[in-house]
């Protein structure tokens, strides 16, 4: 299963959603791989504690040999990188992205990551793909490598109106490009129970007929404690409140009943 976290607006928490889903994924006994596609490097360095700076073979080392002729000739394994939990690998990413996206563009090679996962697909049981806060070259070449897709969502009414372009966004890319991807829910993150806003917002969106994931993610500073010490909640405090909430949001995404209040 290839699932990719998307939203444009940035500070939804898509790097912290894409790297607790697969630690817990991972600690489950699933082979798991993360692609970072952030040109910021978020999810690679919470996975592996180095700066993407410091790191060679990473995703953009991968997508540069696809238009320099295959000089490096290295195969799509050798940009994978164990992390130190079992289990679970990463794609890193590099402030390279950036520079390459205009030669990837030209060069015609969206489709280079689909097929590229498409292959791993075959020694990996999951894969999440986190991306950038922009609808550009790397997340539409995730969107069109992904089965599913995962939106955080901020739960104010900017966040709202956004929502709607992003839905309409990927509604295109799926006719052109992917018929196969599927929405497979909007996770409310960074949620406050006891406010009344956050709730009727959650509400109104579920009358409308979207699909939010009936679990929410509260906002916890042992998230930012996990950021710090390059260790996703499943490890650093499995019984923590939100560790649970994770929990339950990958039995819901794996089609498990979920019974415990998670909210």
């Not at 040109?39 to 320099?68: H, I, M, R």
């Not at 130190?84 to 794609?91: A, D, Q, S, T």
């Amino acid at each position: 299963m290839r699932r990719v976290i998307f939203n444009q607006k940035g500070g939804v928490g898509k790097s912290s959603i894409t790297c607790n889903l697969a630690a817990i994924s991972a600690e489950q006994g699933s082979k798991t791989l993360v692609v970072d596609l952030d040109p910021q490097g978020n999810s690679s360095l919470y996975l592996l504690g180095k700066n993407p700076v410091e790191l060679k073979d990473t995703v953009a080392d991968f997508f540069e040999q696809s238009v320099a002729f295959n000089i490096f000739n290295k195969k799509i394994d050798d940009f994978v990188h164990a992390t130190r939990f079992p289990g679970l690998f990463i794609m890193p990413a590099s402030p390279e992205l950036d520079f390459l996206e205009r030669k990837l563009e030209a060069k015609h090679k969206i489709y280079k990551l689909r097929d590229a996962l498409a292959k791993l697909g075959e020694s990996f049981d999951r894969i999440f793909i986190d991306t950038a806060p922009a609808l550009n070259f790397y997340t539409r070449s995730a969107l069109i490598a992904a089965q599913r897709c995962l939106i955080p969502f901020d739960c104010d009414d900017f966040s709202r109106q956004a929502l709607y372009t992003i839905l309409g966004e990927i509604q295109d890319l799926q006719e052109d490009h992917n018929q196969d991807l599927q929405i497979e829910g909007i996770i409310a993150n960074q949620f406050q129970p006891r406010a009344s806003l956050p709730r009727k917002i959650i509400g109104d969106l579920t009358d409308e007929g979207l699909p939010v994931l009936p679990v929410q993610l509260n906002s916890s500073v042992k998230m930012k404690e996990s950021h710090q010490a390059h260790e996703p909640l499943i490890y650093m405090a499995p019984k923590h409140p939100l560790t649970q909430q994770f929990v339950s949001l990958y039995q819901v995404l794996q089609g498990e009943n979920v019974t415990t209040e998670v909210s």
